[in-house]
C-alpha cells in the first residue's frame, strides 16, 4: 500500500478517529472503575472507622467514669489487665478485627489538639512519616487521602469522635491501596491492548474495505488507460451497488459517450470539410492546368482567373463560416451582449432584406405586432443569423415570389418567423436541416457551404433561443425564431 495513495490516507484518517474515540471511550470506563474502586473503598474505610469508635465508646462505658479517658485509651491497646470488663473490650476488639480485617489496617488516635496517643503495632516508621507529612488533621469533618511515599500507596481516612464529653479525639485509620491498584493496573493494561487489538483488527478490515470501495476507480483508471480514438465504445459495467460510485461510474461513462460521439462528429466534419474543399481546389487546379497547356488570348485567360477566383471566393467563405462556428462552439466572449428592442432591429432586418431579393423581384413584407419587445443580445450575431434566414429564403424561392417576416411577442418570448414561396423541404430531410454541410438534394444546383443554418441554430443557442421549421414541398418553408424576453 502506497503512502500517497487514497486508501492508505483513509486508513491512517480512519485509525486515528477510531482511536480517539476508543481512548476516550476507555478513559471514561478506566475513570468509572476507578471512582466505584476508591468510593467502595472510602465506604469500608468508614465503616471500620465507626467500628473502631464503637469499640472506644464502649470500653469508655465499661469503665468508670472518673478514670482518665487517656488512661482508659493506654489501657486498651497497651496493657493487659484480668479484669472482667477489660477481657469483653479485648474480646470485642479481637472480634471486630477479624470481622473488619483490620490486621492490615494502620491506625493512629490522636487528641484535638494532634497529640499522638496510640497506634496499632505495625504503624513504623514509614507509616508515621507518611501521617505526619501527607495527611490532614481536621477536627470537624471527615476526610479521605490517597498517602504514598517510597513504593507504599495508602488511602487513610480522619474520622473526629468525641469521648464523655471532656475530650475530642480523631481516628487517623489507612489501608493498603496495593489490591485496588493492582485491579487498575490489569485494567488500564486490558483498554490499552483492546485498543490496539481493535485497531489492527479495524485497520486490516478497513483496509480491505477500502479496497473493495477503490475497485471501480481502478477499473475506470484501466478503462481509461484501454481507451485510444478507435476504441471509445468501451465502457465501464455498472455492477457495483454503491451510489457514488455508480454515480462515478455513470459520469466517466456519459463523458465516454459524449467523446465517442465527439469523434465521431469530428470525424464527419473532416470528411466533410476535405469533400467541400476537394471540388473548388480540384476546379481551380484544372483551370491553372487548361491555362498552362496551350496558348491562350487574354479573354480565355480572363475567363480561367475569374472562375479561379470565384473558387478561392468560395474556399474562403467555407473557411470563414468553419471559423464562426469553431469560435460559436467553443469561445462564448465572442458574443457582446446587450438590451435590444427587437422592433426597430426587426425593422431594419426587413428593409435589408428586401434590397436582397429586389434583383429576384420577390416581394418581402414585413409584420410586426408588438410596439416594443426587449431581448438581451449580440446584434452583430443576430444580424448573421435572420439575415442567413432570409438569405436562403431568397435564395429558394422563385422570381416573382414571397417573402413575409413577422414578429410577435408574449409575455415570456419574441418569435420572428420567415416564411417564403419556394421550393419546399422533404418531411425526410428536415431532421438533417441543421447538419454541417447538410443540402436538400433539391438545392444541389444552388450556390452555399452547407453551413447557414448550422451557423443560424448556433446563434439561437447562444441567445438561450431555439429555431423551428415547417414546409412542404413547391409550397414554401417558415424558419422560426423565438428568443427569450428581459
Known sequence: MQINSIRFKSNVLYALILAAILSVFGSVIFYAVHRMLYNDLDELLGIKAREVADIIHAYEQAQN??????????Q??????????KRIIDDLWSSEVKTLNLKDDFLNVLTSRGRLILSSENVKATEERLFASQFPFVINKVVFKDLEDNGQHLRAINFPLAINDQLQL????????SRTLHILDKLSMFIILAILGILILTSFLGSLFARRVLMPVKEIAETANNISHKELNVRVKGRHADEEIRYLVDSFNT?????????????????????ELKTPLAVIRGEIELALGENHNAQELRKVLQTS?????????????????????????????ETIDLVPFIREIGENGKILAKEKDIDVTVKILPEAAFISGDKVHLRRLFFNLIHNAVKFTPSGGTIIIVFQADTKSA??????????IAQEDMSKLFTKFFRVPKAQGFEGTGLGLNIAQAIAQAHQGEISVQSQISKGSTFSVSLPLV
Open 65 to 74: 467514669s472518673d478514670n482518665d479517658p487517656l488512661d482508659l485509651m493506654a
Open 76 to 85: 486498651l491497646f497497651g496493657h493487659k489487665q484480668a479484669d472482667a470488663h
Open 170 to 177: 480523631v481516628i487517623q485509620l489507612a489501608t493498603p491501596l
Open 255 to 275: 463523458m465516454l459517450a459524449r467523446l465517442e460521439k465527439s469523434f465521431t462528429h469530428i470525424n464527419e466534419f473532416s470528411s466533410h470539410v476535405a469533400h
Open 309 to 337: 477566383m470565384a473558387q478561392v471566393n468560395r474556399v474562403i467563405r467555407i473557411v470563414k463560416d468553419l471559423l464562426l462556428l469553431a469560435n460559436l462552439d467553443y469561445r462564448v466572449d465572442i458574443f457582446k451582449f
Open 415 to 424: 418569435v420572428v418567423s420567415v416564411s417564403d414561396t419556394g421550393i419546399g
